[in-house]
């Protein structure tokens, strides 16, 4: 059986959570999250409590009932606290900024990369050199960040890029000349 599946989570007292035909909503202070989770596994709400339990044994249901179990906290943790990426850019000449709804990326290119803010992503750039990524859904987060990144990731030879904020970029030596 899986661990994590097995895992009883605990309701916050300003939390509620439904579900309706596979479908569970949580709602608190910070917002609403929706999320469909598979029909072989079965939510079980005993008050401030929820358990899972999986229809059967096999390799998929034993995988998808830690993973039901691991995105329903989640999203308890994203509607009472919420989740924050922090981004950090190395580089000469790298630079963010921010104006109104849109985050323009000077990163070596030709032209400055810019991205429109997404629904329920809040975009802050404190510095220069740092981009903060917050929002009550962990996954859209994390793709909003991977997108960011994705534009300069970190090169091992010189460390220049956009990495997270204490991802450790493992540099190379480079070529010797005789």
């Known amino acids: 059986m899986s661990r994590i599946g097995n895992r009883v989570l605990t309701l916050p007292a300003d939390v509620t959570i439904s579900e309706n035909e596979n479908t569970v909503t949580v709602k608190g202070p910070k917002g609403e999250?929706?999320?469909?989770?598979?029909?072989?596994?079965?939510?079980?709400?005993?008050?401030?409590?929820?358990?899972?339990?999986?229809?059967?044994?096999?390799?998929?249901?034993?995988?998808?009932h830690g993973t039901t179990n691991a995105n329903v906290a989640n999203m308890i943790e994203g509607v009472t606290e919420g989740f924050t990426k922090t981004l950090k850019m190395v580089g000469v000449g790298y630079r963010a900024a921010k104006s109104g709804s849109k985050l323009t990326l000077n990163v070596g290119y030709s032209h400055p990369v810019d991205f429109e803010d997404r629904d329920g992503l809040t975009v802050e750039v404190p510095d220069a050199l740092t981009i903060k990524i917050s929002g009550i859904s962990k996954q859209r987060v994390g793709d909003f960040a991977a997108e960011i990144r994705a534009i300069r990731p970190p090169e091992p030879y010189k460390g220049k890029g956009i990495r997270y904020e204490g991802e450790h970029v493992r540099r190379k030596e480079g070529k010797t000349g005789k």
């Open 33 to 64: 999250l929706t999320r469909q989770i598979s029909p072989v596994i079965t939510m079980h709400v005993n008050g401030p409590e929820i358990t899972f339990t999986a229809e059967s044994n096999d390799y998929r249901t034993r995988a998808l």
